[in-house]
T-cell receptor, first 114, second 113 residues
């Protein structure tokens, strides 16, 4: 069975600092990996996705993520955090032949200090 | 940019009542989904729908749940007899063909009292 683990439930960073949110997955085949962001009162917005090819993928809002098969990880990074990045971030894994049925991690809540 | 829209944003109902959560997927999308997130827990897959039938469903999606695409634009989730544990945020999602990703709506917060 597929699973996703986000080890950090809460992270607080200062505005302008770099950010890395961890994601580890368990999946039997080549995974489709996603990062979503959920701002308060909003739905899940796709930040970026990895299907194949270059293991470093660029997303919206200055985010990037790196797929590392050997570590079963897909960590999300941003070089300089803005106060508006405060939100909850979800990593998810899916299979290409399962209608993109996604398994989500538990989420990491990011707080940004001024 | 096209959006998935969900109504209502918040629904309060009494235990045992039927509720219908409504979603309007993005117009050219063909695959439709419902997910839910109980407060403090993970987002969980409920059901996927394609070509007017359920393509996959989770263990959560028991006989109390049903989905329907009554016309060309709406996609609904019905809970026949709500229980307290059905209280959650319910997200609708849709996607196009190929490897296109899911687009989620803003969710409907269901509170069962």
């Amino acid at each position: 069975a597929q699973s996703v683990t986000q080890p950090d439930i809460h992270i607080t960073v200062s505005e302008g600092a770099s950010l890395e949110l961890r994601c580890n997955y368990s999946y039997g085949a080549t995974p489709y990996l996603f990062w979503y962001v959920q701002s308060p009162g909003q739905g899940l917005q796709l930040l970026l996705k990895y299907f194949s090819g270059d293991t470093l993928v660029q997303g919206i809002k200055g985010f990037e993520a790196e797929f590392k098969r050997s570590q079963s990880s897909f960590n999300l990074r941003k070089p300089s955090v803005h106060w508006s990045d405060a939100a909850e971030y979800f990593c998810a894994v899916g299979a290409s032949n399962a209608g993109n049925m996604l398994t989500f991690g538990g989420g990491t809540r990011l707080m940004v200090k001024p | 940019e096209p959006e998935v829209t969900q109504t209502p944003s918040h629904q309060v109902t009494q235990m045992g009542q039927e509720v219908i959560l409504r979603c309007v997927p993005i117009s050219n999308h063909l695959y439709f989904y419902w997910y839910r997130q109980i407060l403090g827990q993970k987002v969980e897959f409920l059901v996927s729908f394609y070509n007017n039938e359920i393509s996959e469903k989770s263990e959560i999606f028991d006989d109390q749940f049903s989905v329907e695409r009554p016309d060309g634009s709406n996609f609904t989730l019905k809970i026949r007899s709500t229980k307290l544990e059905d209280s959650a945020m319910y997200f609708c999602a849709s996607r196009g063909t190929g490897g296109s990703p899911l687009h989620f709506g803003n969710g409907t917060r269901l509170t069962v009292t």
